[in-house]
């Protein structure tokens, strides 16, 4: 949605609902929308999640496989992202879709492919030469604001999801082979203990607003990605749009961030782990 499309009489009111911590649909400054996670939706996947919260529908699948090592880290594994924004109605994006596309995969990547984010060490299967590649891909169905918070919940719940096969490595004559095993009962799940969900952290007026509306970020001012995990620890920045933020708004800005996240984060690993105690593929939660 463009900043043009709404008038100055609606801005004024979302920005004096924000001022008394009092927003337009009755929300707090640091409240999440309800949402529902349902994951082990995608049959030809390792893992996958699929959020949905209002008007936003995000689906998230990832498949492992065998491939080289990055050249700057030989003994660890990977992950590539890729999202996908072609059936979102475009008409609500400013500029070029690839653009946008583009955007939010470089968002992810800085984030997620990180040693201090995932244990990326279990993913190698021969130091140096071959390791676990995890392709990451997240489809965006509709969006209703918030959209780059809603996908990396997805990917944490996706994670939480994913089977690893075991692997043996086998030397005949001077030769390895690589056998994957088909066996359930050799499969490994990721540790997301550190893994992050990304809380969006926007300026409206003097006060800060967490999982923003289309209209709320139409009067953002200014907008920092915090990105923090179960222990609520801070594993990354990144400040996104045009304005400016100084550096005591910052601290302000994380500090909000790190309220939100802490019951974001509890309330969804409750609800992974209630939801795979019950061996049952849907569930939902909402967070205070």
């Known amino acids: 949605m463009s900043s043009s499309t709404l008038s100055e009489g609606r ?16 929300r707090r400054c640091i409240d999440f929308r309800r949402f529902q996670i349902e994951t082990g939706i995608v049959s030809n996947t390792n893992g996958s999640a699929r959020l949905r919260q209002y008007g936003t529908d995000v689906l998230v699948g990832i498949k492992a496989e065998i491939g080289q090592p990055k050249q700057e880290r030989s003994n660890t594994g990977h992950l590539e992202f890729y999202v996908d924004c072609s059936s979102y109605n475009t008409t609500e994006i400013d500029g070029h879709i690839g653009d946008f596309t583009t955007q939010l995969t470089k968002s992810l990547e800085r984030i997620y492919d990180s040693e201090n984010v995932l244990d990326l060490k279990s993913l190698t299967i021969i130091a140096g030469e071959q390791v676990w590649v995890l392709y990451i891909d997240a489809v965006v169905l509709e969006c ?5 918070d809603c996908i990396s919940i997805a990917v944490k719940a996706a994670l939480y999801n ?4 075991g692997v043996s ?10 056998e994957i095993s088909d066996d359930p009962n050799d499969e490994k799940k ?6 992050p969900v990304i809380v969006s952290c926007n300026k409206i007026g003097h006060r800060y ?23 609520n620890n801070i594993c990354s920045l990144q400040k996104s749009g045009t304005g400016s933020l100084d550096p005591s708004t910052i601290f302000e800005m994380i500090e909000t961030a790190r309220q939100a996240a802490v019951p974001l984060n509890q309330e969804l690993l409750q609800t992974l782990k209630r939801e795979e105690r019950s061996n049952n593929d849907k569930c939902g939660f909402f967070a205070n």
């Open 169 to 178: 490595v086998n030397d005949e004559e001077g030769v390895l082979e690589l």
């Open 11 to 26: 801005k004024q009111f979302i920005v004096d609902g924000v001022t008394q911590d009092c927003r337009a649909d009755g």
């Open 209 to 231: 607003v967490v999982d923003a509306t289309q209209e709320e970020e139409c009067c953002s001012s200014g907008r920092l990605l915090i990105a923090v995990n179960d222990r």
């Open 190 to 195: 990721l540790s997301i203990d550190k893994v």
């Open 162 to 165: 994913t089977r690893i096969p």
């Open 144 to 148: 209703c604001g918030n959209l780059l």
